[in-house]
């Protein structure tokens, strides 16, 4: 299983553009990477999941660089409804293990 | 479409005594999981289900805890009997991905059940 580090926790002011940066240095060749999104008392929500280069949908971009040995998910203009535990994840889909994640709080 | 379900919401019970939840997967989703999320952690997989077939349970505390889905539809957790250290949030989880493959499938968690041991 591929083993994912993330920073504790960022602070961000609204407006700004936030990067949380997973480092995955064991990623296997068929492991995809994924992010969550988790507020209080919900489930975690999938936000983005890509395999190399750069995934963009309406909410976030995922850079992942050739090595695949990390990726950078970004957030543009955060609110502070972004507020929220984020989780990096590298594995296929029977082998997923969430980390503590990177708790994110956008204040104005 | 609608979510992941999952019942109850809350749940006090004493150490010793037993618990069940119960989930309610996306329609026509094959794959479903239980997670435990102890408070400040992520949440760490207890048991996979294929349809109706365990794909994988290593993490299932199997002397206390059980987990079936009949029909490949619903699944119940169960804890029997408890103790304090399963005070946590019991999360469902929901996906179409059938075999290995996991691109474009993503978890679909339902809100979860906050369990309290005292």
């Known amino acids: 299983l591929a083993k994912t580090t993330q920073p504790i926790s960022m602070d961000s002011y609204e407006g700004q553009e936030v990067n949380i940066t997973c480092s995955h240095n064991n990623i296997a060749t068929n492991d995809y990477i994924t992010w969550y999104q988790q507020f209080p008392s919900q489930g975690p929500r999938f936000i983005i999941q890509?395999?190399?280069t750069k995934v963009t949908n309406e909410v976030a971009s995922l850079f992942i660089p050739a090595d695949r040995k990390s990726s950078t998910l970004s957030l543009p203009r955060v609110s502070l409804s972004d507020t929220a535990v984020y989780y990096c994840?590298?594995?296929?889909?029977?082998?997923?293990?969430f980390g503590t994640g990177t708790r994110l709080q956008v204040t104005l | 479409e609608a979510g992941v379900a999952q019942s109850p919401r809350y749940k006090i019970i004493e150490k010793r005594q037993s618990v069940a939840f119960w989930c309610n997967p996306i329609?026509?989703?094959?794959?479903l999981y239980w997670y435990q999320q102890i408070l400040g952690q992520g949440p760490k997989l207890l048991i996979q289900?294929?349809?109706?077939?365990?794909?994988?349970d290593s993490q299932l505390p199997k002397d206390r805890f059980s987990a079936e889905r009949l029909k490949g539809v619903d699944s119940t957790l169960k804890i029997q009997p408890a103790k304090l250290e399963d005070s946590a949030v019991y999360l469902c989880a929901s996906s179409s991905m059938v075999g290995d493959f996991q691109y474009n499938s993503p978890l679909h968690f339902g809100n979860g059940t906050r369990l309290t041991v005292t």
């Open positions: 329609s026509g989703h094959a794959t």
């Open positions: 289900f294929q349809n109706n077939g365990v794909v994988d």
């Open positions: 890509g395999y190399k």
């Open positions: 994840l590298a594995g296929t889909a029977s082998k997923l293990t």
